[in-house]
């Protein structure tokens, strides 16, 4: 199963990029956690935040392999404890798809993501910047993944 989170901004910060880089080199091989950045668009004066967030949704599913199972990131969505997280991640994992985790800008996520999205997934009631949400999922993937292999769900 390859893992694919595709997230809205590039050119993140230092930390941003050392956090989610750490985390991705503890999953195993076989989940391949891969980072697919697509460009913030400018936002003007003029009103048209909509359609640049549509475009880049567009780009975002675009960027998704085919016949993978989506997963929007979104405030309206699901929460999980870790455990929970850990089960459906053995469930994903024997349907035998790739995984795509869709995180939006700061606007959020585009509505063609969100309705093509099969899962939506709300990390919490609270607001977290964008750049953060990817060092947060890809920390609960090991996380759910050391669990799933037998670790010490606190360690």
Do not use: N
Not at 9 to 16: I, K, Y
Not at 99 to 106: D, S
């Amino acid at each position: 199963m390859h893992v694919h989170l595709v997230a809205v901004g590039t050119r993140m910060p230092a930390w941003v990029e050392a956090g989610f880089s750490d985390y991705r080199k503890r999953l195993p091989r076989e989940w391949r956690l891969q980072l697919h950045e697509i460009p913030l668009r400018r936002r003007g004066k003029t009103g048209e935040a909509m359609r640049l967030i549509e475009a880049e949704g567009q780009q975002m599913l675009s960027a998704c392999p085919p016949g993978a199972h989506l997963v929007a990131l979104d405030s309206r969505g699901q929460q999980w404890t870790t455990e929970a997280l850990a089960q459906r991640l053995a469930d994903w994992q024997q349907a035998g798809r790739d995984l795509a985790f869709l995180i939006g800008g700061p606007e959020g996520l585009a509505p063609a993501c969100r309705q093509r999205a099969e899962t939506c997934w709300s990390l919490s009631k609270l607001t977290f910047p964008h750049p953060l949400v990817r060092i947060i999922v890809a920390e609960q993937l090991y996380r759910a993944w050391s669990l799933l292999q037998g670790h010490p769900y606190h360690r």
